[in-house]
Nanobody, 128 residues
Framework: QLQFVESGGGSVHAGGSLRLSCAVT????????IGWFRQAPGSEFEGVSS????????YYADSVKGRFTISRDIAKNIAYLQVNNLKVGDAATYFC?????????????????????GGQGTQATVSS
């Protein structure tokens, strides 16, 4: 059964850091690219970052470049998002998704290949 479990969120002050995790069961990250997207209250979904299953190429939204780092542990089937120098505008619920195809699709939230998501998300709260 396909399952996504996001964790690692919390409440931090601006400038702080969090390490988000996404544990996936039911498929292998050897075959799927994985990434993160987020939703702030009252806002639409926004792609954040993704990483290719083929060669590990990472993609980032312009708003997070230089502050966020995506990685994955294929053996554990877990993806991580290290979020540094958090800004108030980063406050959101973060979700993960997989796609059988180009990883950039997740960061762009524009899909031509089949994608899957479905976790509860993990919430990051940033205070000024």
């Amino acid at each position: 059964q396909l399952q996504f479990v996001e964790s690692g969120g919390g409440s931090v002050h601006a400038g702080g850091s969090l390490r988000l995790s996404c544990a996936v069961t039911g498929l292998s990250l050897e075959s799927y690219s994985i990434g993160w997207f987020r939703q702030a209250p009252g806002s639409e979904f926004e792609g954040v970052s993704s990483i290719s299953h083929r060669d590990g190429t990472a993609y980032y939204a312009d708003s997070v470049k230089g502050r966020f780092t995506i990685s994955r542990d294929i053996a554990k089937n877990i993806a991580y998002l290290q979020v540094n120098n958090l800004k108030v505008g980063d406050a959101a619920t973060y979700f993960c998704a997989v796609v059988m195809g180009e990883a950039a699709q997740i960061t762009a939230l524009k899909f031509t290949d089949q994608y899957r998501t479905g976790g509860q998300g993990t919430q990051a709260t940033v205070s000024s």
